[in-house]
């Protein structure tokens, strides 16, 4: 991998981000995830984001946690 590659909605559930579409897009407009961007042209072009985006979000979100959870 290049670093570069690019992740659609399925990816995201693959990478385990339990989130709907809808929250998707409520996180995005408040600026707590990544930016998607489009490949093509017309408007319904699926929207995809960078994956060392969203890797490196996950990885922030995991640093975040309370501690107490993660101890049980």
């Known amino acids: 991998m ?3 590659e690019v992740v659609n ?3 995201l559930k693959a990478l385990g981000i339990p989130y709907c579409r809808a929250q ?3 996180l995005m407009a408040a600026g707590k995830f990544p ?3 489009k490949l093509g042209d ?5 929207p995809v984001w960078w994956r060392s985006e969203v890797i490196e979000w996950l990885e922030e979100r995991a640093k975040t946690t309370l501690p ?3 101890s049980g």
């Open 35 to 37: 930016r998607a961007f």
């Open 9 to 11: 909605w399925k990816a």
């Open 42 to 46: 017309f408007r319904n072009s699926p």
């Open 68 to 70: 107490s959870a993660a």
């Open 24 to 26: 998707i897009w409520r």
């Open 2 to 4: 290049t670093g570069k």
